[in-house]
């Protein structure tokens, strides 16, 4: 939503410098500009410029204010202005006059009672990539619209429905099975979204008018103050924080290996540099690696790595490129956290990588930022980046055929991404089902997961998504981690999920004792009461919440879903059905996924 708004502000500010009352000039200008481009010259757009101080006082902008104020994030509202100031937008491109953007901006922040810092700052890191995408990209203006915006179903449109090839000869499935009580067991830590915030500052505006707060001024009286532990509200944790939970979990936990699902700077999207993203990065890793020797952290990478954020620029953009952070990334991963050399290779080209965890299991890191629809360099050309589809198909080839289990971790689930990779993500599923015996993201910052079912019977289980929750509190959250029991290590073990336990700090508790609350909130087989947590035992639980949708047992996921920030009473039977419809698909466009759930009665 936050890139919605900074591509909103560019049309905006679009509308205010071009555009003008109807009977002033001609009738409709615009259109008849914008229908012969050729005729504008300097003159022409000048004139125009001219308008802009009896346009702000017109009766558009007006509308366009109260529009603006009387809704709070109205798709249909957002997409309607797209329509409107797209095509200005180009009109300013081909004017080769966006170097009056940013004086522009600032006024237009000022008209809306916009924080200014974060409107002007917002449009400063993104207008470049705006502009470019723009004059680059092949859609019309109301298929920008509508991918960017999400007005549309991304299915309407051929050029976004991209196929891989997927090589036939799938063997007979062969669901998972208990191991033996007295088999050997392995514990991973996932650590997700840790976002520390360096400038976090106690006793500040824990409740401000900026995205994230916690940073600075003083709260006005009956407003809260940060905490000095950390704030469940817009705000990140500070970095004593961090190191108090992660050197909580070594000191508590057996942890055979960690797998980190990428975001470690803040939320500050509005003001951030390379430099900034470089040094969390260095000093997280490094906290994690000291506090963890001798144990392997297998990483993702995440959108708020990148600098501007969610901007990941494939290889056909020829103005910008992310070398800067793969080379950092491929650094620290190799030498800090212990990968072997033979990942730089992919870890340079995209951020991607494979390698062994244990005789037996294999490890394939996605970088899921290249599919996902805040990242507009795709909407140049959004087909398999990097190939890096056709390159996981082909290792799960290889694991197949030389009898390997692998996990697959990303930063995005593949439901948060662009339809078309969900799509293929879920075929691939379903042909290396028997080879994919574990899914772990994080970015949503709750706990929660996602199902898979076959292509064919849709009734049938395959796979299940375990979407772990943050260590950040971001929003409204209690920092949290996972602990993870698998199968293995021994021959033809399956390194399925066994069980996994969620570890909380009390938030609350912490800043009113002054000292570190930190317990286990629940583990998953007990809490749920499930036999095993295989995808046929996850189908049956979803069953039962489906049966009993307003009863206590879904009550007492949304507590968990929230990491006991709130309770079941706080989730409305929509709130319920939109969490248990969630759960059940894994990826965009299931239009059917969610039939069973039970609708309000009235």
């Given at each position: 939503m936050a890139l919605q708004r900074v591509a909103l502000f560019v049309f905006f500010a679009l509308a205010v410098c071009t555009t003008i009352d109807a009977g002033v000039i001609i009738?409709?200008?615009?259109?008849?500009?914008?229908?012969?481009?050729?005729?504008?010259?300097?003159?022409?757009?000048?004139t125009l410029i001219n308008y802009r101080q009896r346009f702000e006082h017109s009766n558009n902008m007006k509308a366009l204010k109260?529009?603006?104020?009387?809704?709070?994030?109205?798709?249909?509202?957002?997409?309607?202005?797209?329509?409107?100031?797209?095509?200005?937008?180009?009109?300013?491109?081909?004017?080769?006059?966006?170097d009056r953007f940013e004086n522009i901006t600032v006024q237009l922040c000022k008209e809306f009672s916009l924080v200014l810092d974060v409107c002007s700052g917002a449009v400063h890191e993104y207008k470049d990539v705006v502009f470019q995408v723009i004059s680059l990209t092949e859609y019309t203006d109301k298929a920008l619209c509508a991918i960017t915006l999400n007005c549309e179903k991304q299915t309407d449109y051929p050029s976004l429905n991209w196929?891989?090839?997927?090589?036939?000869?799938?063997?007979?499935?062969?669901?998972?099975?208990?191991?033996?009580?007295?088999?050997?067991?392995?514990?991973?830590?996932?650590?997700?979204?840790?976002?520390?915030?360096?400038?976090?500052?106690?006793?500040?505006?824990?409740?401000?008018?900026?995205?994230?707060?916690?940073?600075?001024?003083?709260?006005?009286?009956?407003?809260?103050?940060?905490?000095?532990?950390g704030t469940s509200l817009h705000c990140d944790i500070p970095i004593w924080t961090a190191q108090a939970i992660i050197e909580y979990a070594a000191r508590t936990e057996e942890v055979d290996f960690i797998y980190y699902t990428g975001d470690t700077p803040p939320h500050n999207v509005w003001n951030q540099s390379r430099a900034d993203q470089l040094h969390a990065i260095y000093?997280?890793?490094?906290?994690?690696?000291?506090?963890?020797?001798?144990?392997?952290?297998?990483?993702?990478?995440?959108?708020?790595e990148a600098a501007p954020c969610n901007l990941f620029p494939t290889p056909i953009i020829k103005t910008d490129n992310i070398s800067w952070l793969y080379e950092a990334l491929a650094d620290s991963w190799i030498n800090t956290f212990g990968l072997p050399n033979n990942t730089r290779e992919t870890i340079l080209r995209g951020g991607f990588y494979t390698t062994v965890v244990r005789p037996g299991l294999r490890i394939i890191s996605l970088n899921t930022n290249y599919y996902h629809h805040d990242n507009y360099w795709l909407f140049i050309n959004s087909t398999d980046p990097l190939n890096q589809v056709e390159w996981l198909i082909q290792w799960l080839q290889y694991a197949e055929k030389n009898s390997e289990k692998v996990h697959i971790i990303a930063h995005h689930p593949p439901k948060e991404c662009f339809a078309a990779f969900g799509w293929n993500f879920d075929r691939i599923v379903n042909r290396f089902e028997n080879t994919i015996s574990g899914q772990f993201y994080g970015h949503t910052h709750t706990d929660e997961f996602n199902m898979y079912y076959d292509k064919d019977d849709h009734q049938r289980p395959i796979s299940i998504a375990y979407i772990a929750p943050s260590l950040t509190t971001e929003s409204f959250l209690n920092p949290g981690y996972r602990m993870y029991t698998l199968d293995g290590d021994y021959p033809q073990s399956s390194y399925w999920v066994l069980d996994h336990r969620t570890v909380i700090?009390?938030?609350?508790?912490?800043?009113?004792?002054?000292?570190?609350?930190?317990?286990?909130?629940?583990?998953?087989?007990?809490?749920?009461?499930?036999?095993?947590?295989?995808?046929?035992?996850?189908?049956?639980?979803?069953?039962?919440?489906?049966?009993?949708?307003?009863?206590?047992?879904?009550?007492?996921?949304?507590?968990?879903?929230?990491?006991s920030n709130a309770d079941g009473s706080q989730c409305t039977h929509a709130c319920r059905r939109s969490l248990l419809c969630s759960f059940k698909t894994s990826r965009e466009d299931q239009p059917h996924a969610c039939d069973s759930i039970p609708p309000l009665v009235a």
């Open positions: 009738e409709d200008p615009i259109d008849e500009v914008i229908d012969d481009v050729t005729s504008i010259d300097t003159k022409q757009f000048s109260w529009m603006f104020q009387q809704y709070n994030d109205p798709p249909e509202i957002y997409c309607k202005m797209c329509h409107i100031l797209l095509p200005i937008a180009r009109l300013l491109i081909y004017a080769n006059q966006t196929t891989v090839p997927i090589p036939d000869g799938k063997p007979t499935p062969q669901p998972p099975k208990p191991p033996s009580p007295s088999s050997p067991k392995l514990n991973m830590l996932q650590l997700a979204d840790i976002h520390v915030d360096f400038e976090y500052k106690p006793g500040s505006e824990a409740n401000c008018l900026e995205p994230l707060c916690c940073r600075k001024g003083l709260p006005l009286p009956g407003r809260p103050a940060a905490g000095f532990w000093t997280i890793n490094g906290l994690v690696a000291r506090t963890f020797p001798n144990r392997t952290v297998y990483a993702a990478v995440g959108n708020h700090m009390n938030l609350t508790a912490t800043n009113f004792y002054n000292r570190t609350i930190i317990q286990n909130e629940y583990t998953v087989r007990d809490a749920y009461q499930m036999e095993n947590l295989f995808p046929a035992d996850w189908d049956r639980f979803i069953k039962r919440l489906e049966s009993d949708i307003d009863g206590p047992l879904m009550g007492t996921v949304y507590k968990y879903y929230m990491k």
